[in-house]
């Protein structure tokens, strides 16, 4: 089966071609970066407006690069959610305006997920269930225990800012540009072990995390002047890294997990990468940094096993702004759907 994906929910304008789940045959991002670098975050409107000049071009290359045109698709795959509304709405339109007009089976995938199914897309043998999934992006820090396709039990997640927005945040307190998260760990490669000591929240007795705190902390350290920005840079990384990685390791033990599934935008931090592979007991997946942050493929491989199901997506569906792991539940079997 070969699924045309659409992704736009946030500031990448995505489309790829994926087969049979697990050969992305084309995988086109176009990225805003530059556009929203000069406001220090995203905009939305301005995102929203920029999908609508690039979904179709997307499209087409995603189409061009795979070899293929609308006549050798079988399904369309849109990100249904979470995400910025407007920007969401570009792209599940275009995909289900796609479905309709070529009376294609159409499917809403649940924009977490999709991050999972990244892991789908690597070579060799396939991932084992129970896995444990850590999910750290710009809007998510969730760790998901995944029994089997689509069956998701969320254990815990952040109670404040996530990951990726926690990066975010003190690349703008340390003058880095936008976005914070490659930037802060390009700037730790300069630094090193210091007399600073930023606090972990270990969140006891959860599996919670929370990042505000640190966030904090980096915010007198910068005003008190005392470090440069090398070293705030290095020990606020290894501050997250040491409370995902070790949080990680220690649930994937307690539950005996086959493996450990990472995913999102901060999976493309390679302390975090480290730091996972040394400490799990168990096999740790981690998608190549591309397939980490915001893509159309990873859609594509997570639509693949709800349409063998038979499951589809009313074409009327709207879209969601946040998330609950309870996404059965907006599907509706081929028989009794659209
Ligand atoms: O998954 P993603 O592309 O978009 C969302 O779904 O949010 O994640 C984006 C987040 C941003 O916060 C970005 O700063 C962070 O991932 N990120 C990183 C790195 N690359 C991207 N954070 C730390 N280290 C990185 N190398
Ligand atoms: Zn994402």
Excluded at 38 to 61: D, F
């Amino acid at each position: 089966m070969r699924v045309l994906a659409i992704e736009s929910s946030c500031d990448e304008t995505a489309a790829a071609v994926v087969e049979d789940g697990r050969a992305a045959l084309s995988s086109v991002v176009s990225s805003q970066v530059d556009l929203h670098a000069r406001y220090g975050g995203v905009v939305p409107e301005v995102a929203s407006r920029q999908h609508l000049r690039k979904i179709r071009p997307v499209i087409e290359t995603a189409l061009d690069e795979a070899g293929c045109t609308l006549d050798d698709i079988d399904a369309v795959a849109g990100t249904r959610g979470p995400g910025l509304a407007g920007a969401l709405l570009v792209g599940y339109n275009a995909a289900k305006a796609i479905a309709f007009g070529r009376d294609l089976p159409f499917l809403g995938v649940n924009h977490l997920e999709g991050h999972v199914y990244a892991n789908w897309l690597m070579e060799g043998p396939e991932p084992r269930f129970p896995a444990l999934c850590l999910v750290v992006s710009g809007g998510h820090t969730d760790l998901v225990l995944m029994r089997g396709h689509g069956e998701y039990q969320r254990l815990g997640g952040t109670r404040d800012d996530a990951a990726g927005e926690a990066f975010d945040k003190v690349g703008r307190l340390l003058d880095l540009p936008f976005p914070g998260g490659p930037h802060v760990s390009k700037a730790a490669e300069s630094g090193g072990p210091s007399s600073l000591a930023l606090p972990r929240a270990w969140m006891h007795g959860t599996y919670d995390f929370s990042f505000s705190g640190l966030k904090t902390a980096v915010l007198h350290t910068v005003r008190s002047g005392a470090h440069d920005v090398p070293t705030i840079a290095w020990e606020f990384q290894e501050a997250v890294v040491d409370v995902l990685a070790g949080k990680t390791s220690r649930l994937s033990r307690e539950l005996g997990a086959a493996e450990v599934l990472v995913a999102g935008g901060v999976a493309a931090n390679n302390r975090l990468r480290e730091e996972l592979h040394a400490r799990c007991p168990v096999p740790v997946r981690i998608p190549p940094p591309h397939y980490c942050t915001d893509n159309a493929a990873m859609i594509g491989a997570a639509a693949e096993f709800r349409l063998e199901l038979g499951q589809r997506s009313p074409i009327d569906e709207d879209v969601f702004t946040t998330n609950d792991w309870d996404s059965p539940a907006r599907f509706t079997p081929a028989a009794a759907g659209a």
